[in-house]
């Protein structure tokens, strides 16, 4: 069996790109984990648990992208993806985490926003009332599918 060059080398570039891009991503979001429960002051603990909720899921997030193998399968019409079933439950979770994550973002410039307009932060019962309902849909999206 020969291997054709540009094909191989393609795969491999492109594992090797997967693979820096996920270690990067959770390098870094272990990092500013740490650095949210060891140095933030006691002034921004609320706004700091929002930004650990973020981090903790785009570290799921990444660590989903790390277990997904997807095969891609381009034909004239359409480009389909194949992956085994358990594949598939782990891309459930992605797409879980990739839609809270961004959901997350909008709750947190939403609490920044109304702490300048303001001058104080939200009541914790409405931040996690928000937080659930933005939770709600994303999380029946994961279990359904």
């Not at 054709?4 to 820096?20: N, W």
């Not at 926003?113 to 029946?140: C, E, G």
Request: hydrophobic share 50%; charged share 10%; glycine share 2%.
């Amino acid at each position: 069996m020969e291997l054709d060059f540009p094909e191989y080398s393609t795969k491999i570039a492109a594992i090797v790109s997967h693979s820096l891009i996920i270690s990067i991503g959770l390098f870094s979001n272990i990092l500013l984990m740490y650095a949210i429960v060891r140095y933030t002051p006691a002034s921004f603990k609320k706004y700091s648990s929002l930004l650990f909720l973020t981090a903790l899921t785009d570290t799921l997030g990444v660590v989903c992208d790390a277990f997904l193998i997807q095969r891609i399968m381009p034909t004239p019409i359409i480009i389909a993806q194949v992956w085994h079933e358990s594949c598939y439950t782990i891309f459930s979770v992605y797409l879980h985490t990739m839609t809270y994550s961004g959901s997350l973002m909008v709750i947190s410039f939403w609490y920044r926003y109304a702490v300048l307009m303001h001058n104080y932060p939200p009541r914790p019962s409405k931040l996690i009332t928000i937080i659930l309902i933005l939770y709600l849909p994303s999380f029946a999206q994961m279990v359904l599918l």
